[in-house]
């Protein structure tokens, strides 16, 4: 086969091939967005997989791109990094449902010019997974050496880990856990609510006009009191004031002034649309049925690491102890590592130095 050396983000391919959909849909043409750095071995087995997080995309890293943008995981991938890319050929592709280049609700609809919108089929984290095989079996990878991701990323992780476990050396997920619990259940109901109500949805119909950022924006706020607890929040903002008058309905605290900038920046990282799609995956996101499938059938699933944060309130640190109990009853090898990080559910974005090394050394000791 051909050797694949360091492309320029991102590469789309288009599928033909039907993809059945765990809702009972088909999709007949779809496309997958990916970035790949380093070169593949002429066995196609020295591949590591990135899966992006809910918010993130493909663009891992810059390295090798002259003049491109930093990546979301400059620290962890790239020459001599903790994913090493001079000797692994390392992929990250786009979520199915997502966007950035993979089929999804902005997606023309096929024969036609109009998007999808709410129209594109419900997908789920399984859907994502065996999409990205398809692109892996045409790339003529054979082996994945590890996959890692975390959040909407390590749900994708685990999946791989339970539904391909012969082609999967190792697995890290970050900030991830067994099946999405009530109160998460209840966040991103309370996300979608916030984009639905924003005037510019227009039942989702929007791509002709403008976006609705300020519904999305609201969404990221929300979402964002549930990765910085209360003890963070004040010890960054407290009540801190910009004006010193007796008061205003204007914003005036600091945290006030945070999250207009946060709104103000949400266009642009996420399609509103698939911010929908995605957390209605999450929320269905279930590994029960999959571990009781592995038990029964005895198959040797790969080692894992899970890593979770403390003060986490979506994710708490006892409920990756829950996903390794589950793990190890599969037959995995599971061990959990607990760090530390203000925000604590987007530790593995924001402090990524803290965990280079336990990554490093998971690694060094299961990857052939």
Not at 7 to 17: G, L, R, W, Y
Not at 25 to 45: F, I, K, M, P, R
């Amino acid at each position: 086969m051909n050797r694949m050396s360091v492309v320029s983000p991102p590469s789309i391919v288009s599928f033909t091939e039907p993809l059945h959909l765990a809702c009972g849909q088909v999709l007949s043409d779809w496309n997958l967005a990916y970035e790949s750095w380093g070169t593949l071995d002429e066995d196609g087995t020295n591949a590591i997989l990135v899966c992006h997080a809910l918010t993130s995309d493909c663009h891992v890293t810059s390295a090798g791109m002259p003049g491109v943008a930093s990546g979301w995981w400059e620290e962890m991938v790239g020459p001599g990094k903790t994913i090493d890319t001079n000797r692994f050929f390392v992929l990250c592709i786009n979520a199915l449902g997502g966007s950035h280049g993979s089929s999804g609700p902005a997606t023309p609809q096929p024969g036609g010019t109009q998007s999808y919108g709410m129209r594109f089929p419900f997908v789920t984290v399984d859907d994502m997974v065996r999409a990205q095989k398809r692109l892996l079996d045409r790339m003529g990878i054979h082996r994945l050496q590890l996959v890692i991701g975390g959040c909407l990323g390590g749900m994708q992780a685990l999946a791989w880990g339970l539904h391909y476990p012969t082609m999967v050396n190792a697995v890290v997920a970050l900030s991830a856990r067994l099946a999405s619990s009530s109160s998460t259940l209840a966040l991103w109901s309370a996300v979608r609510r916030a984009i639905r109500l924003d005037p510019q949805w227009r039942d989702g119909d929007y791509y002709d006009g403008p976006i609705p950022h300020q519904g999305l924006g609201l969404a990221t706020v929300i979402g964002l009191l549930h990765w910085m607890d209360g003890q963070t929040l004040e010890a960054r903002y407290g009540r801190r004031r910009r004006g010193d008058g007796p008061g205003t309905l204007d914003s005036d605290f600091e945290i006030e002034h945070m999250f207009d900038g946060v709104v103000a920046r949400a266009g642009g990282k996420i399609d509103p649309n698939s911010m929908i799609y995605l957390t209605r995956a999450i929320d269905y996101f279930d590994l029960s049925e999959a571990i009781i499938g592995a038990i029964s059938t005895g198959q040797q699933l790969p080692p894992h690491l899970i890593v979770n944060y403390h003060r986490d309130l979506r994710y708490p640190p006892e409920e990756g102890e829950k996903l390794a109990a589950a793990l190890s009853a599969a037959g995995a090898r599971a061990s959990t590592l607990t760090m530390d990080c203000a925000i604590a559910h987007g530790g593995f974005l924001i402090e990524q130095a803290a965990i280079t090394v336990p990554v490093r050394d998971f690694m060094r000791s299961l990857v052939q």
